[in-house]
């Protein structure tokens, strides 16, 4: 039988190893002039991973165990992690929209023209705002809850 403080350090390195993903992730973004589809594609092999690395080890092992441990620094530590993935949804319904009024402007495989992005649907500037919102608000919540994640995994199976 593996300990759980085996599994801990798993779930703990799995987390930790989803914020390089996730830098160079918004990395792209920022640095890219023009989001073209290629672009967005390079940026979600980062992401996704990022993703995955972070959800497995929540959903996999620290939901089934929340019931029996809750109290204190473990119940902050929750609701910061559920505030981001909150947060995250709420990126995800203006990501969704821009993709799809970008796609049918054609601004993906052509990238070079002039255009602005707000005179494309009047919800534009409203769904980049949930956009930056959800993805800023992801990124803050996330490492709120990683650095308590951490406080706990050093409390509990390092120092304790």
């Known amino acids: 039988m593996v300990s759980e403080s085996a599994i801990a350090t798993v779930a703990a390195l799995m987390v930790t190893a989803s914020l390089p993903f996730y830098l160079y992730g918004a990395w792209i973004m920022i640095d890219a002039d023009t989001v073209s589809w290629g672009v967005l594609i390079y940026h979600l092999k980062f992401i996704v991973p ?54 049918a402007a054609d601004l993906y495989d052509d990238p070079g023209q002039d255009v602005d992005l707000d005179e494309l649907h009047p919800d534009m500037s409203a769904w980049r705002g949930r956009l930056r ?27 304790g």
């Open 50 to 103: 990022g993703l995955v690395l972070t959800t497995v080890p929540v959903v996999g092992w620290m939901l089934p165990r929340l019931l029996d441990q809750l109290g204190g620094v473990i119940v902050l530590h929750a609701i910061l992690g559920l505030q981001a993935y909150a947060l995250l949804v709420l990126a995800l319904t203006g990501i969704v929209r821009i993709i799809h009024v970008k796609r």
């Open 133 to 159: 919102i959800g993805v800023f608000g992801y990124v803050i919540f996330w490492i709120l809850a990683w650095l308590l994640g951490v406080y706990q995994y050093l409390g509990r199976y390092v120092l």
